[in-house]
């Protein structure tokens, strides 16, 4: 059974930095990209950045470019998201996801993502 767990999220003040933490059983995740995403109630979900299969290409949505960074370690079979510079409007529930193909080089459409963690909560105060 596969399954994805997130980590990390919390309570922090505007200017400061939260790492994320995805790990995953279940999957070989070295063969798949990852994707995070966020969303807040009542809004459909967001893109926020994916990770190519070989870790060699990046993409973050413009919204966090300059801020936040995806990484994954293949030998821990987890996938990381470092976030600094936090806004309010980051406050979200961030969720990682594993694509849908193998050796994929990323993706942000959520309809190309498998799996799904259950989500960790981010909350920004001004």
């Known amino acids: 059974q596969v399954q994805l767990v997130e980590s990390g999220g919390g309570l922090v003040q505007a200017g400061g930095s939260l790492g994320l933490s995805c790990a995953a059983s279940?999957?070989?995740?070295?063969?798949?990209?990852m994707g995070w995403f966020r969303q807040a109630p009542g809004k459909e979900r967001e893109f926020v950045a994916f990770i190519s299969w070989s870790g060699s290409s990046t993409y973050v949505a413009d919204s966090v470019k300059g801020r936040f960074t995806i990484s994954r370690d293949n030998a821990k079979n987890t996938v990381y998201l470092q976030m600094n510079s936090l806004k309010p409007e980051d406050t979200d529930v961030y969720y990682c996801?594993?694509?849908?193909?193998?050796?994929?080089?990323?993706?942000?459409?959520?309809?190309?993502?498998?799996?799904w963690g259950q989500g960790t909560q981010v909350t920004v105060s001004s």
């Open positions: 279940g999957l070989t995740l070295r063969i798949y990209a």
């Open positions: 996801a594993s694509s849908r193909g193998r050796y994929s080089s990323g993706t942000r459409n959520v309809d190309d993502y498998a799996y």
